[in-house]
C-alpha cells in the first residue's frame, strides 16, 4: 500500500500542472464527482489493491495470463451497455489469442495431477478481481469520456488512488517506519518507472484510446500481456523458453488482429452480428 500511495502520489504531482493550463480547463459538475470518484477507486483503488495482493501469493505468469478475463468482460458489457457490435469474426479473435494465452503459460497444472496451494488459489482469484474492477471502471469512464477530456478522468483517477491508499500506507509505516532506509536504488528506479510508465502513460493512453475506440477494441489489447511477461520472466528470471510460448504468441498475435483491428473494415466481410 506504501508503493500504490507512493506511485499516484508522484504521478498526481506530474501531471496535475497539465490540468490547470488554459487549454485544458474545465468545470467539472457536482452530479458528476461520485460517478469520477468511482472510476478512481475501480480502475486503481481497486484494481490495485487486489492486484497487489494476488501478486504476493501467486506468480506474475499466472497474474498476466489472469487478466485474459478482461477482454471477455468488456466484450459482454460493451455490447449491452453501449450496444457496441460484435460479430462472429471478433469472437473468435477472442477464444483463438485466449487459446494463445494458454499455451504462453503451459496447460494448468490441474490438469497434470499436481496440488495447488490454498494460498496461490486465493491469489489467483484477487487478480481475477482486479481485472473485474478495472473493466467496470472502463465502462463508467467511457460515459465520462462523452464530457470530460481524458486528462481531466486521469488526474482524479490518481487524486482518489492518493486519497484512498494514504491510511494504509501510514498503517504500513506506523508497523515498520525503517522500511524508507531499506529501500534501495534499484527500488527508487523501481518506482519512477511504475510513476511514469506504468501510471501516467499507462493510464492516460488507456483514457485517451478509450475516447477513440470502444471499450472491447480497447481492452482486447490485454492479450499483449501474457508474452511481454513471459519474455521478461525469461530475460529477468532466467525462465527456459518454451516451443508453446512462441506458438501462443502467434496465436495471441492472430487473435488481437481478428478481434480488433478486422473490426473497423468489418463492413466488407459477410460475419454475422451477434
Not at 151 to 159: E, H, S
Request: net charge positive.
Amino acid at each position: 500500500m506504501s508503493l500504490a500511495f507512493l506511485r499516484f502520489a508522484l504521478a498526481t504531482l506530474l501531471i496535475a500542472p497539465f490540468l490547470f493550463t488554459e487549454k485544458n480547463k474545465i468545470e467539472i459538475q457536482k452530479e458528476d464527482l461520485p460517478w469520477l470518484f468511482a472510476i478512481g477507486a475501480l480502475m486503481v483503488t481497486l484494481n490495485i489493491s487486489f492486484f497487489y495482493t494476488g501478486l504476493l501469493r501467486t506468480n506474475v505468469t499466472s497474474a498476466s495470463v489472469l487478466t485474459m478475463i478482461i477482454p471477455v468482460i468488456s466484450v459482454l458489457l460493451g455490447w449491452t451497455f453501449f450496444k457496441e457490435k460484435v460479430y462472429i469474426v471478433n469472437l473468435a479473435g477472442i477464444a483463438l489469442g485466449l487459446l494463445g494465452a494458454i499455451l504462453v503459460i503451459g496447460l494448468p497444472t490441474l490438469v497434470f495431477g499436481e496440488q495447488i496451494l490454498p494460498e496461490v488459489i486465493i491469489g489467483d482469484i484477487l487478480i481475477i478481481l482486479a481485472s473485474i474492477s478495472w473493466v467496470a471502471g472502463a465502462v463508467l469512464s467511457r460515459r465520462m469520456l462523452k464530457k470530460y477530456s481524458s486528462l481531466t478522468i486521469t488526474t482524479i483517477m490518481f487524486g482518489t488512488g492518493v486519497i484512498t491508499f494514504l491510511l494504509p500506507a501510514i498503517n504500513e509505516y506506523l508497523q515498520n517506519p525503517g522500511w524508507p532506509s531499506q529501500v534501495t536504488w534499484l527500488g527508487i528506479f523501481g518506482l519512477l518507472f511504475i510513476t511514469i510508465a506504468s501510471s501516467i502513460c499507462a493510464y492516460f493512453l488507456f483514457e485517451w484510446g478509450l475516447a477513440k475506440i470502444g471499450i472491447i477494441q480497447a481492452d482486447l489489447f490485454h492479450y499483449i500481456e501474457p508474452p511481454i511477461a513471459t519474455t521478461l520472466a525469461v530475460l529477468i528470471l532466467g525462465e527456459s523458453l518454451q516451443f508453446s510460448f512462441i506458438i501462443g504468441g502467434l496465436l495471441i498475435a492472430i487473435g488481437v488482429y481478428w478481434s480488433t483491428l478486422l473490426k473497423k473494415d468489418h463492413k466488407h466481410h459477410r460475419a454475422h452480428r451477434v
